[in-house]
């Protein structure tokens, strides 16, 4: 394999930009993960514990 294959491009660079000033959240089983423009904050992802408090709930 040439080294130019082996290095493929960035998906991302590819794609148009709609809206800027989006958030990307990904909502997992037992954590949220959000994401926001690397230049709105120094940490640009985040991630959060989820919880119900009808899990355990038996009723």
């Known amino acids: 394999m040439s080294k130019k294959e082996s290095q493929p491009k960035s998906p991302s660079s590819n794609l148009p930009l709609i809206n800027l000033n989006a ?3 990904d909502i997992g089983a037992d954590r ?23 899990a355990n709930y038996e009723g």
């Open 32 to 54: 949220h993960w959000v994401s926001v423009p690397v230049d709105r904050d120094k940490d640009s992802v985040r991630s959060f514990g989820c919880f119900n408090t009808f």
């Open 23 to 25: 958030a990307g959240i």
